[in-house]
């Protein structure tokens, strides 16, 4: 009987946050409310993802570059030599990993090539910038020019090869091995 007790303000709780919740989000309804349901998950999961879903849409769209304080302004890469190129770019990427900005499939592209794809793409891109602490913005920088031949010929398994050949009735490129390879900071798992 001390049980229930002791568990009923919590649930009071989460249900009083629930209703707070789905009201702040009443103006941005859509089907992806109404299809969470209160018998399938917890109520301290829908909870969660309730607010998560409040934080992607209040959450501000910025350019890259304007996540950070002072703003992640680069040199451009033509004025820098391939030690000063190398020490920004790793900086960079560590910088950009604090604000759980993770680069996938860099391993094809030489240090100036990566260093390019930042300055030019990445930083100027205007993408939702949520503080939520388990949510990473991953950057695909092998579809960066939106051509799937990189992904095919680099990163790709076997069976994902022949998914696409069968899909797209295409040849496939040959598999190569990426030619720089790299430890970069990676997204929790």
Request: glycine share 2%; aromatic share 12%.
């Amino acid at each position: 009987m001390g049980d229930s007790l002791s568990r009923e303000p919590d649930e009071i709780d989460l249900l009083v946050r629930n209703a707070e919740l789905r009201n702040e989000l009443e103006p941005y309804y859509d089907d992806s409310i109404s299809r969470v349901n209160i018998h399938r998950l917890p109520l301290a999961v829908e909870n969660e993802y309730l607010a998560c879903m409040l934080a992607w849409e209040m959450a501000p769209v910025l350019p890259i570059y304007r996540w950070f304080d002072p703003e992640l302004r680069l040199p451009r890469p033509e004025v820098l030599s391939d030690e000063e190129l190398r020490r920004i770019l790793w900086d960079t990427i560590n910088r950009l990993f604090e604000k759980r900005i993770v680069l996938d499939f860099t391993d094809h592209l030489s240090d100036r090539e990566l260093y390019r794809l930042i300055y030019r793409d990445i930083l100027p891109a205007r993408e939702k910038k949520l503080d939520l602490r388990n949510n990473y913005l991953h950057w695909d920088c092998a579809f960066a020019n939106g051509d799937p031949e990189v992904w095919l010929r680099f990163y790709a398994t076997e069976e994902e090869r022949d998914a696409w050949a069968t899909m797209y009735r295409q040849p496939l490129p040959p598999r190569e091995r990426p030619p720089y390879p790299r430890k970069l900071p990676q997204a929790p798992m």
